[in-house]
């Protein structure tokens, strides 16, 4: 898909690190650490920063017009928590010094800061961690939101977005579901879902598709992007990635 398609992409280091010839994208695209498979699989982070640095540089060099690389993060949900033993604020001050750490290694590259929290008052602990530690959020063009993606039916989450914003940030939701959009994408510079392929494995493949689902089908995963933009942010620059 990164050298067919036109639309924004957010594709995970743990898919295209399996590559020996890499795509040449054909658009603009983000880089997910695959921090949430790391830390619910093993409870600490199994791919080092040289490695992933260097992983980075070449997806940069080999496939080109890579927009933002997310930072290896520690999430926040509960079930994490209890996965690696540690606490909100220990995950957080690890998630600043990943930050910090990969710039040192090589800041030519386009990494993005990431916000972790679980309540409104984590969040903005957060911030001014980052502020403590010399990193002014409000200059980055983007701060990832994560630990989002399996609560945004919930009041809170919106509450959280919005409240965020207002601190003037460029914040991009990790796993935005299509009710998570509808409650909060007004207050998002992008997002990324993977709601498209969970929606296609429970309907009829579209017509004209002879597989069994199209859960990993190019076409309705624009169809599903398409209609929900048009719906929803006709009258802003709004972007929503497709994670594959």
Not at 163 to 178: P, V
Request: proline fraction near 3%.
């Amino acid at each position: 898909w990164l050298r067919e398609l036109d639309v924004p992409l957010m594709v995970s280091h743990r898919r295209l690190r399996r590559y020996k010839t890499l795509p040449v994208a054909n658009t603009g695209w983000m880089l997910d650490s695959g921090g949430f498979s790391e830390l619910s699989m093993f409870g600490e982070w199994t791919v080092s920063e040289e490695d992933y640095v260097r992983a980075v540089r070449r997806y940069v060099d080999e496939s080109g017009r890579l927009d933002y690389a997310a930072i290896q993060d520690w999430m926040c949900e509960p079930f994490i928590l209890e996965k690696t033993g540690l606490t909100v604020e220990e995950h957080q001050h690890r998630t600043i010094m990943s930050w910090l750490s990969l710039n040192m290694r090589d800041d030519s590259l386009p990494w993005f800061p990431v916000l972790q929290g679980f309540t409104m008052d984590d969040y903005l602990r957060h911030i001014e961690m980052y502020n403590r530690a010399g990193v002014d959020l409000q200059t980055q063009p983007r701060v990832g939101l994560g630990s989002v993606c399996r609560r945004q039916a919930t009041h809170e989450i919106r509450s959280i977005v919005h409240r965020l914003s207002a601190e003037k940030l460029s914040l991009h939701g990790f796993g935005m579901k299509k009710q998570g959009l509808e409650a909060s994408g007004m207050f998002l510079a992008s997002a990324d879902s993977m709601a498209w392929s969970f929606n296609a494995r429970r309907v009829t493949p579209l017509d004209g598709c002879t597989h069994k689902t199209c859960a990993n089908c190019e076409k309705f995963a624009l169809l599903w992007r398409d209609t929900l933009v048009a719906a929803r942010w006709r009258e802003r620059d709004y972007q929503v990635a497709m994670a594959i």
